[in-house]
């Protein structure tokens, strides 16, 4: 975690336990914006990076055996003039896509072809002379884009030290210097590693050399081709005489020379068919026969025949017996190397065998496969069927592999035997088209797609226009999206595509669209705007809409809303209403944009006349607050005050009786039913401005020794921006107690200055109290007072910005959802967050999701960013807008995720709680923090919430307040509740 995102934290949860909202100090954000906020992302990827790679390495390394490669051979016994192809497939199963391997053929290099991850493929062309030839194999783990991704991190970590070193010489802090060398210092660290992997992956993981033999031609006699030997199984250190049969070669012309198991042996005869040897073999298992011999000229050749004596150490009983147990040797084949496509692969085992004569049994598998091919990779059991038949559906090379496994008891099985077909594109068919119709206004464009259905799928297509229409034309784009421009008449029409495909010889399919011309769009129709200054104080909230927003066609698409102040936002409602913020007083011109689905546009555009207007204070006095059923009460709001002048008194007794509103300023209700009831009394001003304050009636019940809760306000100046070296004053006059003769006792204020004022975010008493704040962004300041009895009412919060200079951005959270049952997959954007007099410099983004983040949560720095909730609850979701002055500015929402349907039909009976059980009091208390902070940042959906975790506790009248909030805030759900 980096020195930004550990303030932050810090600050956020010191901030939860008191129900205020953390902010980064500006040492921090200026530290931030030019090096620490980068350095938790590159040092995390390229921490994972070089984890990543020494990892690899190690396990590889590891893991490599005496035999790095599987080898195989195609043919198997090579001749002279025969191209060869072999097989490589590592036996550490460490390898890749990025595993690369290199091959060396007599010293010369080799092109290497990748089939998968574990096979490589290479050719040699025809060797004339009969021999052993060395070729050498290297693996390596990394190829150009993997070796790429090092050098550009390590470019990064130089740029970024680099920023590092500018600052710390430029740093006089002593602390936030130590800082500094620490980041620059860990980055060269990892620098250096980042250097050393480079050059681990340099190196190969292993090498490995292979011997192959090249044979002499089947058809030259003059050679001395043995056949077999007889006997064919000897047993070690004993001296026996062996015939090799089928020479068929002029011995007079040849002076040969025997070589059985890398032995030489002793020549007895030799005559024009065979060689009678006498030799002693130490060695077991398969042995190979070698014929080297020179010719009248001096020149020594040589064949070999592969595997031509077994040497075992079990009792021959006079030349019978058992044979030690041997693996079968598998021999696989394509019945033809090169068919066409719609052809049969077919693969035989013809030739393979076992030295102990025992029966095996097969098994086939398709190992490699081009392309687009869409055929699965089988793997046949094994079985009696000694063939193996697949029907291609690409053109391309296919390889499949050949495993014995012999009867006797061990079930031995052999090693894996190769071959590969090559498959042509054959016959090539016609392609078929089909596409939708097109539906177009006059003297306007439509579109559709043209979809291809051909056999030969993996070819491309060109698309062209055979028949155009007599109404309009269409053009047709490289991937078969057609675009018809209609004339100025209506009707139908036809125009015909054609796909010519790729194919020998060409093939080509049409298809004839039908266009339907109607009459022209009519674009969405607005009556007026109508503006509604709702709330007074920082920002301004505004409901601006329009009048009878309609489209005749039906085709509406989207509304979108510019406020005039540099904001604009998207109505996703489409009904042409939005809330907006403005932070300073004016005129301003506002657009709203309505599209429909064909293009038709219609702007409404009109002034907004922003007013700084007092808050109403709603005061109010009882004579009584408790006493026996049936109760009267009166109220007296006489003394509320606003110099915009009051228009309506509204009051709501909360005994299920009608709301009073008119000119109401004094009132008597009478209360029937015993109970506690809170009465809400909202005061409003000609610029709708309200204003609100509370009491509790007792009737008929026990009341309180210290009486009903008072009503904390507070005027704040300056109320709006204010500059880090300025103080704020704060004064409480306006706060008051509603019992009888009820007077303010004390005043308690919590400013919320957490990185100011660390310990305890500097509390203060005191009417009038004033603070300098320590950091450009916006704070919530609480203040809670204390009645005559002893009371003490709710914190009553305002919104203050502290800024470096001019106007604190505003940061705006918009989501395809805040709810939804688990898995939730919600996607947020930060973009249409705005700063008056800048712009957005860059986003931190935390999700209060420990289950998937269980160190701090989950932090982002995109502009959008996309996050899955997969436990059930209720999350705290932030996002910090830092704009171009070095100010930054908080906003908060609440993401609520359901347990899965299954969950909640077994719930179905009983509450389904939103929250943890009651059982893990810390996740519930971390949970309830989060909810209490958001609602006190007017998230309505938060307060609501927060009210069902109080109705859990038993808290009824916390949760009827928060209902109220609720509601009041716009959240429907909690609207109509208040006394249940």
Known sequence: MNFLKIIITVAIALSFSFNLEAKPTKQAISHHKKSVRFSHETNKKVESLITKIQN?????????????????????NPKQGEEITFFL??????????????????????????????????????????????????????????????????LILEAEIQSLNDQIEEESDPDVLEQLIEERDAKIALKDQLVDALENLRQPVGEENFSIKVEAEEDDLTLPKAVGLSPEVINPNTTVNITIDGLNFDYNALTPVVILGGVEANIISINSNSILISTSLTGLGMQDLELRYTDSEGKITNSYLKNALFVTDQDLGGGGGEVSPTAPVAINKAV???????????????????????????????????????????????????????????????????????????????????????????????????????????????????????????????????KQGSLGTAIVSSNGVVTYNAGSNTGTDQIEVTAIDDGVPQMMGSVNIPINIIGGNSAPQMDFMYKLQYLDGTPIRVGIGVNSLTDPDGNLKCVKINFGDGS???????????????????????????????????????????????????????????GTTPLTVNFDASTASDSDGITSYRWRFGDGTPELNGNYPTIAHTFTNPGVYNVRFRVRDQYASNGEAFVQVYAGVSAPLEGSKPNAYYIANPSRENILSQSVSFDAGKSFDPNPSGSITNY???????????????????????????????????????????????YHYQEVFAVNQGIAPKAIIAANTLQGVAPLQVQVDGTRSYDLDGSIDHYLWYFDDYSACPTDGCYSELPMESHTYVDPGVYFLNLTAFDNDENFYNQNQTVTVYPSYTEMA?????????????????????RKKNLTGACARKNAEACYYLGLMFEEEGDTYTKTKLFERSCSLGYQPACGTFAK
Not at 129 to 149: C, F, H, P, V
């Open 568 to 626: 604009e936002e998207f109505d996703d409602n489409n009904d042409g209403f939005l809330f907006h913020e403005y932070r300073l007083p004016g005129s301003y011109t506002v657009t709203i944009t309505a599209e429909d689905t064909l293009g038709a546009i219609s702007t409404l555009t009109d002034t907004v006349a922003i007013v700084q207007t007092d808050i109403p204070h709603p005061i109010f006095h009882v004579d009584t607050f408790s």
């Open 748 to 794: 308690s204020w919590q400013m919320n200055d957490w990185l100011g004022c660390p310990l305890d975010g500097c509390t203060y008493s005191g009417q009038n109290v004033s603070h300098t704040f320590s950091n450009p962004t916006n704070y919530f300041v609480g203040l809670q007072v204390t009645g005559a009895l002893g009371a003490l009412s709710n």
């Open 56 to 76: 690899r390495i190690s396990k590889a390394r590891s893991q490599v055996s005496d035999s790095l490669f599987k080898f195989y051979l195609s043919p198997e």
């Open 336 to 466: 033809n190397t090169n068919i066409n496509l719609g052809d049969l692969a077919e693969f035989s085992s013809t030739g393979s065998y076992d030295i102990n004569s025992d029966t095996f049994s097969y098994s086939y598998r398709l190992i490699s496969k081009p392309s687009g091919s869409l055929l699965m990779v089988p793997t046949n059991p094994p079985g009696t069927d000694p063939s193996y038949t697949f029907t291609p559906d690409v053109p391309g090379t296919y390889v499949t592999e050949l495993v014995l496994q012999d009867n006797s008891a061990l079930n031995l099985t052999s090693e894996p035997s190769l071959a590969v077909v090559q498959v042509a594109e054959g016959t090539n068919h016609q392609p078929v088209l089909s596409a939708n119709a097109i539906n177009v206004v006059i003297d306007s464009s439509g579109t559709t797609q043209v979809n291809v259905s051909d056999q030969d799928f993996w070819q491309r297509h060109a698309y062209v226009i055979t």
């Open 89 to 154: 497939q590592p036996s550490s199963g460490f390898t890749d896509q990025e595993s690369i391997a290199e091959a060396s053929f007599e010293n010369t290099s080799l092109v290497l072809n990748k089939y998968g991850v574990d096979l490589f493929v290479g050719e040699i062309l025809p060797q004339s002379e009969i021999r052993t030839y060395n070729l050498t194999t290297k693996l390596y783990l990394q190829d150009k884009s993997q070796a790429k991704e090092i050098r550009d991190s390590i």
């Open 906 to 926: 077994k719930a179905i009976s009983k509450k389904i709680k939103v929250l943890s059980d009651d059982e893990d009091n810390e996740e519930r208390l971390r």
